[in-house]
Every structure is written in C-alpha cells, then in structure tokens.
C-alpha cells in the first residue's frame, strides 16, 4: 500500500454513460496527477493538480473529461457519454513538491475502466 | 518532443539469471530519472530516483545507471526470483514542467 487510494478499483460501463473515479492522495503532497494506461503500454499524462489549482491538461483530455480537486485534497475524474476507446487503467499519484526535486511519486493502484 | 524509449520491448530469462534494461531519453533539461515496477493490474512502484550527478545507485538486487551526457540509463537485475516477472517503466521528469513522462516499459518474465 503506497498511501495513495483510488475507487473504484474496477468500474464497468455501457457505453454513453458518465463515471466518476476519485483518488486520495497522501496527505500533505500538494502535486496530484491522472494518468491513463492501455495494455502493453506506459502511462499517458492527463492531467495534474498542484493543489487546487490544475496546471495543466493533456491533449488526450477531450471535452468529454473533466478532472477536479476542489480542496486540493482528494481529487475526481469524470468522464461523459463514456466510449469504447475510453476503457484503460487510470492512475492517480501524489508528489510533494517545493524541496528536492527527486521526491518520489507515489501511484494508486488504478482503476480499471471497461466500457462495453 | 520529449520522449523516453525502452529496449528491450520484452524479456524472458531463467530464474537466477542477470538482466539489463535500457531506457534513452531526450526530455531536456533533464532533472531526474526514475525505475518503477509495476505487477500486471496495479500501479508502479518506485524502484529508484537519480538525479544528473548520479551515475550508479543500488536498492537490493536492482542497480541503475545514469550517463546524463548520452542521455541512457540502465537497470541491471542480479540474480533474477520469480517475483521479478513485471513491467519495468523509466520515467524522466525535466526541469521546468513538472509532468512524469514515462517510457513504454519493458515487460519482463521470469521462468523457472
């Protein structure tokens, strides 16, 4: 267990449906990122929070995804009108910034989409 | 574009067994590599950090290199245990932007 907690761990879809996964990330690391990951491949940046504020959104987040960390404490990724292509592993890790800069990031332990 | 290449894509080797991993990149400016290892369906899990002034660190049977001018680093496996069958990603996060980027990993097996 890393400390960083995301549910579901598994979620199943049909296809046009909205979800919403949460990541709660260790406590006093104020960096918070989403990422999303098909088999055989390395994760792709989505998206990243340095606390409340979001910093920065990947191409790959259309419209139809919207990321939030309203307190800068935990943090939600939703994504509308759900397609096929949208099912992968989406993973959550929290980093404390603001010292080194080799601090480690710590990753959730994913929650695994499946739209049918 | 900032990128990180892994060779080889996979790996099958015998139990006991050394391996070598190999991750180019071309993220610049660079500020620190790391190894994660991930278990099929869970997150990756920190194995190392090295920042431009490290060449080598050890964390048990893993050793990882560094050579920052050639932009390549390596992660060298001893003695290879069945619990070592995963995906190993190396990660490089520059100087100035702040997002991890991750290579496509080498998904590596080890058979009795």
């Known amino acids: 267990d890393t400390g960083v907690s995301q549910n579901p761990r598994h979620k199943i879809t049909k296809r046009g449906q909205n979800v919403t996964f949460r990541c709660d990330p260790i406590s006093e690391h104020n960096r918070l990122y989403w990422y999303r990951q098909t088999l055989g491949q390395g994760p792709e940046f989505l998206t990243y929070?340095?606390?409340?504020?979001?910093?920065?959104k990947s191409r790959l987040l259309s419209d139809r995804f919207s990321a939030e960390r309203p307190k800068g404490s935990f943090s939600t990724l939703e994504i509308q009108r759900t397609e096929q292509g949208d099912s992968a592993m989406y993973l959550c890790?929290?980093?404390?910034?603001?010292?080194?800069?080799?601090?480690?990031?710590?990753f959730g332990q994913g929650t695994r989409l499946t739209v049918v | 574009k900032n990128q990180v290449e892994q060779s080889p894509q996979s790996l099958i080797i015998l139990e006991g067994k050394n391996c070598t991993l190999q991750c180019n990149y071309t993220v610049s400016p660079f500020s620190n590599l790391r190894w994660y290892k991930q278990d099929t369906g869970r997150g990756p899990v920190s194995l190392t950090i090295m920042t431009f002034s490290e060449n080598t660190k050890s964390n048990g049977r893993y050793t990882a290199t560094l050579d920052a001018d050639t932009k390549q680093s390596s992660l060298h496996i001893t003695a290879s245990q069945l619990s070592d069958s995963a995906s190993y990603i190396c990660?490089?996060?520059?100087?100035?932007?702040?997002?991890?980027?991750f290579g496509t990993g080498t998904r590596l097996l080890v058979s009795p």
């Open positions: 990660v490089v996060i520059g100087t100035g932007f702040q997002k991890l980027v």
């Open positions: 890790a929290s980093r404390k910034t603001g010292g080194a800069r080799n601090t480690e990031a710590f």
């Open positions: 929070f340095q606390n409340e504020a979001q910093l920065e």
